[in-house]
């Protein structure tokens, strides 16, 4: 079977593998879409806090797919099902796991980078790490199941939104987008604010979901603030731009008493200035990865069909070569390339 198989930093192969035979206690998966995120390209470039992640390694963790065969164990599932996976398993052993807190689990792991993904036809996969997708719900929709459940944590589990208000989310990179989109479904009035290469795709695309955006390239983002907000600053920014000056630029917009929720990750050491925090009594919150019950919200989310998600994803790059995708990603020439690994 194909595989994408990273063997260098910023070297990717197409090699062959055996197809796998799924244990007992396993199902085989047939992979239909594999989409590729921020992790992935960070890990294509093998840049710190990537750099364990053995190599050769077949990459991918954000895939759809149907059960192709089931282990005898297995009664959850059934040949012919539409799943998904949840990527990042915890150990269920640890104090976070048996807080209620899984998704910061001390001993995770994640599929794709501690063992073998999804970038190939066929993966085995426990069945307590699946999701049902419902019928109505496309298999190339249900690629960003993942990324999705990120931001229906954001948004519904780690921030104080509410329709009617004014949201910013900065960082039009997949996730933005996703969080933009989910606050939108909700009835907030959002704007995505971008930079640089961000204006030539990703930023429209943001305008063809029928969300404001703003290049702070090229408008100074206090008129802006004077403008949507009459001065007093958003009533909730999230920060999705993994950089330190996301944070900063997000506590500079916030209203005072309004709530700060930073989900990227900022590789960058960060000296915030917290006096305007302390003062304005600013909430500032994280939001990290995802629990079961925000990958039932994203699949509900597409289900009702309350975002768009066919205009964010982009099936133009081709599973032969991957390198196009990546540096494309990483050049902001795309938003969210899928992979497709059957005939369309």
Known sequence: MKAIVQTAPKSIEI?????????DDEVLV?????????????????????????????????YSGTVAEVGDNVTEFAVG??????????CGTCFQCKNGQPNVCQNFEITGMHNDGAYTEYTTVEPGDLHHIPEDVPLR?????????IATRAVFTQSNVTPGDTVLVEGPGPIGVLVAAVADSMGANVVV?????????RLPLVEELGIDTVNVGAVDLEDLVDERTDGIGFDVVF????HKSGVEMAIDNVRKGGQVVVVGLPGDSSDVFMTPVVRGEIELNTSYGSTWRNFEQAIRVMAN???????????????????????AFLDSETCKPVFSFVDE
């Open 305 to 327: 069909g309350a975002i768009d998600v066919d205009s964010i994803i982009d099936t133009s790059y081709s599973v032969d070569d991957p390198t196009a995708a990546f540096e």
């Open 15 to 23: 090699r062959d593998r055996e197809r796998p035979v799924p244990s």
């Open 141 to 149: 929709q249900a690629s960003i199941t993942e990324p999705l459940s």
């Open 193 to 201: 604010s971008g930079l640089g290469k961000d204006g030539d795709y």
């Open 30 to 62: 047939r992979v239909h879409y594999a989409g590729l995120c921020g992790s992935d390209a960070h890990a294509y470039k093998y840049e710190g806090g990537y750099e364990w992640i053995p190599i050769p390694r077949v990459m991918g963790h954000e």
């Open 239 to 242: 920060d999705t731009t993994g």
């Open 81 to 90: 099902d539409k799943v998904v996976e949840e990527p990042i398993h915890d």
